[in-house]
């Protein structure tokens, strides 16, 4: 059986996509296959469509590092038809066949059963950006930054993973700090539950090794500069949840937050997170995050518009999340 996927290729060291007619028979070895519902254009898939980074390793590859869908067949003893599953990461766009199709066959062991409340919808709402927003709450509540403890600051905010951050941090009780290029978007980022807006530029030259204490924990997108300066503002015992490289992939910064304010730096990685921290992250998706919130931060494309997507996540002109309807 045929279905519609994006395939990307290589020639000539140029990479291109094409909206394609996949035969089923041609899906990678896996013991479940998924029905997709919907996927989702994260910024490491604009860097894999676009070729601009070496995501995929060996081409042609369906790319999409998300999917989420009803399961159509399996042999996995977790997964049974019917089920409504979501994928994040794994080698999906690296070396298997990923979300940007109506079919995929995966790993049973890469899927987590979608809970109730959400929606396939939802779940690609949520998306990589969303669960790895929710890996860095729980990273702070790991290093014990609770609501009381102070302003918690969000870099990246107007991005997929900064604003399902700011949502979720808000509806926990924390007072939200937002970090954003764009102050045009102070509203919305005020309607997702941030107490107040700052202007990335404050953050992202090169600053000082220590500075006045002002964050009791950060949740960053960006690296760079902006992780020095987060670092070097951040209170006695705070906490910084890094997981992005949107300035850069730099870190120029001094162990003076480490040696004199006992600062934790917390690396999230969610491609290869265990499954047990997965199932905590979308179990506590299920309850913190606002589903009004998650709506107000998502739009919804066809599989035909992800190159053209992914082209304006990376100049930073995308706001929120944005989901993509396999079958539209
Ligand atoms: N470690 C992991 O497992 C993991 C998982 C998910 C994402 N990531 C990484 O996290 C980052 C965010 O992902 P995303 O999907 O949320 O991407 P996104 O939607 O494109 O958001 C990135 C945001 O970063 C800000 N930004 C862009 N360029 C910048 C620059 N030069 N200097 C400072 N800020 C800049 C922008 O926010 P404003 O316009 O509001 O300033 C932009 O919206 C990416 O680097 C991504 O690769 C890593």
Do not use: C
Request: aromatic fraction near 6%; glycine fraction near 10%; charged fraction near 15%.
């Amino acid at each position: 059986m045929n279905f519609q996927a994006l395939l990307a290729s290589k020639t000539d060291d140029k990479t291109s996509t094409a909206l394609v007619d996949f035969d089923e028979a041609d899906l990678m070895p896996g013991d479940v296959t998924v029905a997709i519902d919907y996927s989702t254009v994260n910024y490491k898939d604009a860097l894999a469509v676009s070729g601009r980074a070496p995501v995929i390793r060996h081409y042609p590859l369906i790319p999409g590092i998300d999917f989420a869908g009803t399961v159509q067949a399996s042999s996995h003893a977790g997964f049974a038809v019917g089920d409504r599953v979501v994928a994040n990461g794994w080698g999906l766009s690296q070396t298997h066949h990923g979300g940007f199709a109506q079919r995929a066959r995966v790993n049973g062991d890469w899927l987590v059963q979608l809970p109730d409340v959400f929606s396939t919808r939802d779940a690609m709402a949520i998306g990589t950006a969303g669960y790895t927003a929710m890996l860095s709450v729980l990273a702070l509540e790991h290093a014990q930054v609770m609501p009381d403890s102070g302003d918690v600051l969000v870099t990246g905010a107007g991005g997929g993973a900064g604003s399902i951050a700011i949502a979720l941090l808000s509806r926990l009780g924390y007072r939200v700090v937002a970090s954003t290029g764009r102050l045009a978007e102070t509203d919305y980022l005020r309607q997702l539950g941030a107490a107040e807006v700052i202007d990335r530029r404050t953050l992202s030259e090169p600053g000082v090794p220590i500075a006045r204490e002002r964050w009791a924990g950060a949740i960053d997108s960006v690296g760079s500069h902006t992780l020095a300066n987060v670092l070097a503002q951040t209170r006695y015992r705070g906490a910084v949840a890094a997981f992005g490289l949107a300035q850069g992939t730099d870190l120029p910064a001094s162990v003076l937050p480490f040696i004199l304010r006992n600062v934790t730096l917390a690396g999230i990685d969610s491609v290869n997170a265990p499954q047990p921290l997965r199932l905590q992250a979308w179990a506590r998706l299920a309850s913190a995050l606002d589903l009004d919130k998650l709506a107000s931060a998502t739009s919804v494309v066809a599989l035909a518009d992800v190159p053209r997507i992914a082209d304006q996540v990376l100049q930073g002109q995308v706001r929120g999340r944005v989901v993509v309807d396999v079958n539209a």
